[in-house]
């Protein structure tokens, strides 16, 4: 678990997330939104962690925690297709708002099954 993260990690990890929204608003205006949709499911925060986690670990620590990580993504990005997936039946049928919020509450309980199942059962 990552207890301890330094200021300057966080302070990338912030900048990259935020260039990576803004990119991707960026495609979206200029090529369209499904290419847009395409460029959103960049794993910006994913990769700006597995990045700057060389600043708060060091050798086998180092090795563990980018498993560690690797492993929590390949969960999280199986709930975002998942999330996605239901975003595009939603939407269309309950509105804009009510899609958006059963999308993001179907994205927490299936979320939180997973942490559930992944620290206490594996």
Same mark, same amino acid.
């Given at each position: 678990?990552?207890?301890?993260?330094?200021?300057?990690?966080?302070?990338?990890?912030?900048? *990259?997330?935020?260039?990576? +929204?803004?990119? /991707?608003?960026?495609?979206?205006?200029?090529?369209?939104?499904?290419?847009?949709?395409?460029?959103?499911?960049?794993?910006?925060?994913?990769?700006?962690?597995?990045?700057?986690?060389?600043?708060?670990?060091?050798?086998?620590?180092?090795?563990?925690?980018?498993?560690? *990580?690797?492993?929590?993504?390949?969960?999280?990005?199986?709930?975002?297709? *998942?999330?996605?997936?239901?975003?595009?039946?939603?939407?269309?049928?309950?509105? !804009?708002?009510?899609?958006?919020?059963?999308?993001?509450? /179907? !994205? *927490?309980?299936?979320?939180? +099954? +997973?942490?559930?199942?992944?620290?206490?059962?594996?």
């Amino acid at each position: 678990m990552m207890v301890h993260l330094s200021v300057s990690a966080l302070l990338i990890r912030f900048i *990259l997330g935020g260039f990576a +929204v803004v990119a /991707c608003t960026i495609v979206a205006k200029k090529l369209g939104e499904k290419t847009g949709g395409i460029f959103a499911a960049f794993p910006a925060v994913y990769l700006a962690a597995l990045l700057t986690i060389g600043l708060d670990f060091h050798g086998g620590q180092l090795i563990s925690q980018s498993i560690i *990580l690797s492993k929590g993504a390949i969960f999280g990005m199986a709930i975002n297709i *998942l999330v996605a997936v239901l975003a595009g039946y939603l939407l269309p049928r309950m509105g !804009w708002k009510k899609g958006i919020i059963n999308a993001m509450a /179907c !994205w *927490l309980v299936v979320s939180s +099954v +997973v942490v559930f199942i992944t620290s206490y059962m594996l």
